[in-house]
């Protein structure tokens, strides 16, 4: 193995594609739940997230669900400035002490000098990507409704 490029410098781009994916996913799984519930979609993974968190518990969406979900959304909105960087940016491979780390320099967020940046290790973007499926695949639960109160005795 050539030392100057190591096998992350390689591996980089692929966990970048996998991230995306796997954001792509969690936002697909926002949607799907959307719908399920007869709510409309926005353009915006941002106003799906905010429609979602405003759902009141319902018989057919528990307290205990739309619990979960709001944590599982929080979580999600959280990646959101991650997900912009990845890909909004072009991605540099660096060696930071002996590590190849990526680089992702958003266009949207560039000084007039120099080079602002998200800075990150292979392992660091394969924690996200994780989480992010982790997401995706909770918010994808099907919902089920609520038991139904016992009958007042008489």
Do not use: W
Request: proline content about 7%.
């Amino acid at each position: 193995m050539n030392p100057v490029f190591p096998a992350a410098h390689f591996e980089l781009p692929i966990a970048r594609s996998d991230f995306i994916d796997a954001h792509n996913a969690a936002d697909a799984a926002v949607r799907r739940l959307l719908a399920v519930l007869n709510i409309g979609q926005k353009q915006l993974l941002s106003q799906n997230i905010d429609t979602l968190e405003k759902v009141a518990a319902n018989p057919q969406y528990s307290k205990q669900r739309k619990a979960k979900v709001d944590i599982l959304l929080a979580e999600l909105r959280g990646f959101q400035a991650v997900r912009c960087d990845i890909v909004h940016g072009r991605m540099e491979v660096l060696m930071v002490d002996g590590s190849a780390q990526a680089l992702f320099g958003n266009v949207q967020r560039q000084p007039p000098v120099g080079v602002c940046g998200l800075l990150l290790t292979l392992e660091q973007i394969k924690g996200c990507t994780a989480r992010l499926s982790h997401i995706a695949i909770e918010l994808s639960r099907p919902l089920v409704p609520a038991p139904p109160k016992p009958a007042a005795s008489e």
